[in-house]
């Protein structure tokens, strides 16, 4: 049995043409169980064994521990190459990508990653030292508001000149969250910190304001997949639209079904 044939060994033909059609925009959907992630590992699998060169692709998880059993399968079928893929979760893959073009952003290569315990902090002390009332500010709330305005792509700046977002506030009680966020955006910066939440920001930024960098990293990844595609946000959208847009050999794999991060902007619409 030849490499492709024990590759495709036990998939059903819609699996087989899912794996096969890799040139191609996909858009891979299955309910529970199905065997969508064993599909995206074996395209993976597949196109390493016509000769894709494995650093062209990038692979997005939502989980360290899913991109770790991804390149597991994808190792058994086809050896050792599947260590030079670019997998992982779409923070630790863009972080990385960002420390290579800070500068660029104001920031040092050597920035800091905040916990969310590190932002509930930040935001608990902003609030104390505005003397605002933390029954109605609690840092919680108003760090889940930020995260929200981040993974739509909004900045403090734009947030404070947004008349909707102020009004919504204001209608909650909350009038100052714009406040808060820009102080809060402006200590990160000081402290040469990031939360998670910026990562997917400031790779957008970055995208949208330096061309030649979206270049350089779009032409290093000519494959782009994402699994569990039903959990992205918007910034994580667009960030994979930007990627794909040239070559569109972009492959989205979910289930419409299971959506589980919509408190964290996911949407389905994507």
Same mark, same amino acid.
């Given at each position: 049995?030849?490499?492709?044939?024990?590759?495709?060994?036990?998939?059903?033909?819609?699996?087989?043409?899912?794996?096969?059609?890799?040139?191609?925009?996909?858009?891979?959907?299955?309910?529970?169980?199905? @065997? &969508?992630?064993?599909?995206?590992?074996?395209?993976?699998?597949?196109?390493?064994?016509?000769?894709?060169?494995?650093?062209?692709?990038?692979?997005?998880?939502?989980?360290?521990?899913?991109? +770790?059993?991804? =390149?597991?399968?994808?190792? &058994?079928?086809? @050896?050792? &190459?599947?260590?030079?893929?670019?997998?992982?979760?779409?923070?630790?893959?863009?972080?990385?990508?960002?420390?290579?073009?800070?500068?660029?952003?104001?920031?040092?290569?050597?920035?800091?990653?905040?916990?969310?315990?590190?932002?509930?902090?930040?935001? $608990?002390?902003?609030?104390?030292?505005?003397?605002?009332?933390?029954?109605?500010? $609690?840092?919680?709330?108003?760090?889940?508001?930020?995260?929200?305005?981040?993974?739509?792509?909004?900045?403090?700046?734009?947030? @404070?000149?947004?008349?909707?977002?102020?009004?919504?506030?204001?209608?909650?009680?909350?009038?100052?969250?714009?406040?808060?966020?820009?102080?809060?955006?402006?200590?990160?910066?000081?402290?040469?910190?990031?939360? *998670?939440?910026?990562?997917?920001?400031?790779?957008?930024?970055? *995208? +949208?304001? *330096?061309?030649?960098?979206?270049? =350089?990293? +779009?032409?290093?990844?000519? *494959?782009?997949?994402?699994?569990?595609?039903?959990?992205?946000?918007?910034?994580?959208?667009?960030?994979?639209?930007?990627?794909?847009?040239?070559?569109?050999?972009?492959?989205?794999?979910?289930?419409?079904?299971?959506?589980?991060?919509?408190?964290? @902007?996911?949407?389905?619409?994507?």
């Amino acid at each position: 049995m030849n490499q492709d044939n024990s590759i495709l060994e036990g998939l059903s033909a819609v699996q087989r043409e899912a794996v096969v059609n890799y040139e191609g925009p996909s858009l891979i959907i299955a309910g529970a169980g199905s @065997g &969508k992630t064993r599909v995206l590992t074996t395209r993976i699998a597949y196109m390493l064994a016509q000769g894709v060169d494995p650093s062209s692709i990038l692979a997005l998880t939502f989980t360290n521990k899913a991109a +770790r059993e991804m =390149r597991e399968r994808i190792e &058994k079928l086809v @050896g050792p &190459k599947a260590r030079f893929i670019r997998m992982g979760t779409f923070h630790s893959v863009f972080a990385r990508l960002l420390r290579e073009n800070a500068e660029r952003i104001g920031y040092t290569s050597s920035y800091t990653i905040y916990e969310p315990s590190d932002v509930k902090n930040l935001i $608990k002390a902003i609030i104390k030292d505005k003397n605002l009332n933390e029954e109605r500010y $609690k840092p919680q709330n108003v760090a889940a508001r930020i995260s929200m305005a981040k993974n739509n792509l909004v900045t403090a700046e734009s947030y @404070g000149r947004n008349s909707t977002l102020i009004q919504n506030d204001s209608a909650a009680k909350k009038p100052r969250i714009w406040e808060i966020y820009r102080e809060y955006a402006k200590k990160c910066r000081q402290a040469g910190a990031m939360d *998670f939440d910026d990562i997917l920001l400031f790779t957008n930024i970055l *995208f +949208r304001d *330096f061309p030649d960098a979206m270049e =350089r990293i +779009r032409s290093r990844f000519k *494959f782009v997949m994402v699994d569990e595609y039903q959990d992205t946000n918007y910034a994580q959208y667009i960030i994979i639209r930007r990627l794909s847009q040239h070559h569109g050999r972009v492959c989205v794999v979910g289930d419409d079904a299971q959506s589980i991060y919509s408190f964290r @902007g996911a949407n389905i619409g994507n």
